[in-house]
Structure formats: C-alpha cells, structure tokens
C-alpha cells in the first residue's frame, strides 16, 4: 500500500489521470493554464478542474504545426501545452480557461484561436479568456469581477451554479490549502522537517488531485514528516521562473541545501490563506474573485511594491540565500532581477543567479556553481557559529 508522500508523488508524475478517471466516470472537465484560474467555481459548476501541464520528464517535441506557428523563444510549458491540444491528448475538456496572466498565456490563447480560425485542427476544445488583471486599482478590481461573473455565466451554461455547490467546493478547497499552509510550516524555522523537493511534489499535486482527497494524503504526508529527522543544510529561497519540474530544486539539495520556499505558484506561494464563507452566490462569487485578485501570484501584479511584498518578507523571514532562476526562454521575471538582486544584497543575503533550463539538466559548470556556492554557505554558518 502506498504511502502518502508516495500517491501525491504519483499524482504530481501523471497529471493528467485523475481527470481521465473522472471523465470516463461521467464527470466533465475543464481545464485551465495557470494558478490564477479560480478553481472553486469550476468545481461549483460540477466540473472536474484540470491545470494543463506536461507530465514531469516528458520530452516536449515541437511537431510540425507547432513549429510553423510557435517562435522558438516561448517557454517550454506553453510549447508543451500548444502541442499537447493539438495532439489531442486534452479533447475530452468541456472548456479549456486560459487566464491573460502572462504574455505567454495570452499568446497561446490567441495563437489557439487562430489555428481554429484557419481550420488547422479539428482537437481543441471550446476556450474562454479569463481576463483577469492585477493591477491595483478600483477600475481593474470593478473589471476583473465582472469578468468573474462572466466566467460562472459561462460555466452555468451546462451545469447550474448554486450557493450549496460552491460552499462545498470552498470548504473542499480551503482544507487543501490548510494542509500546504501546515507544510509551509514544516520547511520554515531553524531546522526544516522536509525537502524542498518532496515539498514541491506535495504542493504541485493539488493542482492534478481531487482536493478533499488531496487534503487527506497531504494532512497525513505533514504528520509523517513531522517525526523526521531535522534537514541543516544551508536554507534557500528560489526566485524566478516558476517551476513545474524539480530537477533544481534535486541539483541544489543534492549538494546539501534546503530549499525551504519559493516564490512561486507551483511552490511556497501556491496559498497563504482561506476563502471566507458566505451565505449567498454573489458573495461567494465576490469572496473567490478577490482572493485570486488580491493574493494569487502573477507577473501582471502592479504596482512593484505589491508584486515583491512576499519575496521581501521571505527573505527577512531567515533565507540563508536566494537562488535566482531566470532559464534562457524567460522573458518576463528577468526584468525585475536587478530591483531584487539588489534588494537581497542589501539584507546582506547571497545570491545565486542561474540562467540554464533546470528542466533540460544542467551543465558541469552549473554544478560545479551550485556546489561552490553551497559551500560557501555552510563555511559561513560554520564562521557564524565560532
């Protein structure tokens, strides 16, 4: 049998089976890109809510459509997704919802409707804009809810939305995120209780995952790890590029670091809160809207001093180090790179910039950096301590 570590290690692997299972039981699913998609009206609506992504070590071949239309520069995962709608493999969705929370996602949007504009493919599934936007102003918030409010029109359509299934999805929802808040705290303090790679797993499958059965698997993965033996490797904080893989965060804990956050959706910055309940549909609606508005991560937030709140305060929180990630097909987080590295320098904390792709496997060069780095640390706390 199992344990639980070892099933959200499965889910995390296979990302898309559960929402297979789903399907051929008679559930429909939707499917969406990233994080800021808001899960518990997809969930209200009866569907079963998908994060479309590769499965880790899949090998992204651009096939020939991908290559005619994708420029060479957009990031692997958004290739991976393109590929993997035109292949087929996500037919069975009853709704693709892809957010403008990126250029890169609002390209795949516009670069989907085209190939269905010229009839380039019979596979992709019916797709919704959800134009959110998260700058901070009265005129974005009143936009960004009424487009919210489109969205649960639109998912209405085949399933109705009530007050008792969102509270459900809610309730379901924030026991999930109450179990990666408690694994947040098992990486934080003096003396982490869990690498940052099984951390990554757990928080990555509860995207792939029912979440009143991820709740559980996950409750119980923070029990086991609470026994463990405590990790006293120099600890790191990641910054950059968010991850879908965890072949970094395996180079830099091979060497005898901890990662113990990153600032990132796939990592520490999955959740940091609940949805408060309410006793209506439209303050539901409401309730939800403004937590993926105000909360969830995105390179779109505005002003700066908002988007680096968390970062700044992880940093102060007792990151021996921050490790910038910043793979040669990103072009949106190395833009803010310098305002941060400096930012970090001035705490008197180090850095690390890494520019390869984790995800391809990194060079001799860059582990000899990482170890080299790795060990300064440690001669550091060593120093810290006579």
């Not at 035109?86 to 709704?95: N, R, T």
């Not at 309730?287 to 709140?309: G, M, N, Q, T």
Request: hydrophobic letters at 40%; aromatic letters at 10%.
């Amino acid at each position: 049998m199992p344990g639980a570590l070892d099933t959200l290690r499965w889910h995390y692997e296979h990302r898309s089976a559960e929402a297979l299972a789903q399907h051929k039981a008679g559930v429909p699913v939707v499917g969406y890109t990233s994080n800021t998609v808001p899960w518990e009206l997809i969930r209200g609506a009866g569907y079963f809510p998908l994060l479309l992504a590769p499965d880790p070590g899949a090998r992204v071949n651009r096939s020939p459509l991908t290559e005619k239309l994708m420029e060479p520069i957009f990031e692997s995962r958004m290739v991976g997704i393109f590929d993997g709608i035109l292949s087929g493999a996500w037919k069975f969705l009853e709704l693709l919802i892809i957010p403008r929370t990126s250029e890169p996602e609002y390209k795949l949007y516009l670069y989907l409707r085209e190939v269905e504009r010229q009839k380039l493919n019979a596979a992709i599934p019916p797709i919704w804009l959800y134009d959110l936007l998260h700058t901070r102003s009265p005129v974005s918030r009143k936009y960004g809810l009424d487009r919210t409010k489109a969205l649960t029109e639109r998912l209405n359509e085949i399933h109705p939305i009530t007050l008792k299934s969102v509270s459900k999805a809610v309730a379901d929802s924030n026991r999930a995120r109450a179990a990666l808040i408690k694994l947040k705290a098992l990486r934080t303090g003096a003396t982490p209780r869990i690498s940052g790679t099984d951390a990554l797993t757990i928080t990555g499958a509860f995207y792939f995952t029912d979440r009143a059965t991820f709740a559980k698997l996950a409750e119980t993965a923070c029990r086991e790890a609470r026994s463990a033996k405590p990790l006293r490797g120099p600890r790191l904080l990641i910054k950059g590029t968010p991850l879908d893989h965890r072949k970094l965060h395996q180079a830099l804990e091979a060497h005898g670091a901890t990662v113990t956050a990153e600032d990132d959706w796939w990592g520490a910055r999955a959740t940091d809160r609940k949805i408060p309940p309410t006793h209506t549909l439209a303050a539901a609606t409401r309730a939800i809207f403004e937590d993926y508005y105000l909360y969830a991560p995105s390179p779109r937030v505005s002003p700066a001093s908002a988007s680096d709140h968390w970062f700044q305060k992880a940093v102060n929180r007792g990151a021996d180090a921050v490790v910038f990630y910043l793979p040669p097909d990103d072009d949106i987080y190395g833009w803010d790179y310098p305002r941060q590295r400096d930012f970090v320098h001035g705490c008197g904390v180090p850095s690390l910039l890494i520019r390869e792709d984790a995800g391809r496997g990194l060079s001799r060069d860059a582990q000899v950096m990482i170890q080299m780095f790795v060990e300064l640390l440690q001669r550091n706390r060593r120093a810290a301590r006579v």
